[in-house]
């Protein structure tokens, strides 16, 4: 079952999309090493879903795959993310132990828009960790992990441009910090490993920069 679990997982979220959603953003990750593996470079695919909007004082919901309007005061974003360690020590008291470790998430984030250069936030989701174990065996069951994001953080640095162009373009890049605590017990066990490494739960923070171009294909 914990094979199937993450492509469950992400049949299920993409079902739960509508059908002229689409990945607005892709986001390069820098993920820091967990105090055993890592750390992780990857990507991340970013959609927005529903913003909430502030007409003369009254809050309105709908479908925000553009979030150029400066009445947008929330912004729920689902995504997926995919990072690896390349092919390194596993875990630190076991330097002979060498593979690669594979992270993936699908997580939700709602953010408010504090400025045109800034939305804060918290989330959550679920993260499984799959990849290389020593011989005899080639790989470790996946790993999954539910996750709470106290603290997400996109600044757009041109935010402030405005004009009917302009304001497009300055929602273009996209910065974005990122700090998940990693829930349920990580046990170098798991990973089939010698190592002695364990721990009940720990913070994994992250660092993005991506691209936004879904502004200049709607409305």
């Known amino acids: 079952m914990k094979r199937w679990l993450p492509i469950v997982l992400a049949a299920t979220c993409a079902l739960a999309w509508p059908a002229n959603a689409h990945a607005q953003g892709d986001f390069l990750d820098w993920l820091e090493g967990l105090s055993g593996p890592g750390p992780f470079t990857g990507v991340t695919f970013s959609m927005r879903t529903v913003c909430a909007r502030d007409d003369g004082g009254k809050l309105t919901t709908n479908w925000c795959l553009n979030d150029t309007d400066s009445k947008i ?118 990973f089939k490993s010698a190592s002695s490494y364990l721990r009940h739960g720990e913070f994994n923070p992250s660092f993005s920069i991506g691209l936004d171009f879904w502004s200049f294909f709607t409305h």
Do not use: C
């Open 73 to 190: 005061r929330t912004v729920l974003n689902v995504e997926y993310g995919w990072a690896t360690t390349g092919k390194q020590a596993r875990f630190p008291d076991t330097p002979a132990d060498q593979g690669v470790i594979h992270q993936q998430r699908i997580a939700a984030t709602y953010m408010y828009r504090v400025s045109p250069m800034l939305d804060v936030g918290v989330g959550g989701g679920v993260m499984w960790l799959t990849g290389d174990a020593p011989p005899p065996a080639s790989s470790f069951d996946a790993q999954v992990h539910p996750i709470f994001i106290p603290v997400a953080v996109t600044f757009t640095p041109l935010g402030m441009l405005q004009g009917p162009t302009s304001i497009k373009a300055g929602r273009i890049l996209r910065i974005k910090f990122s700090d998940r605590y990693i829930f349920k017990e990580i046990n170098a066990l798991d």
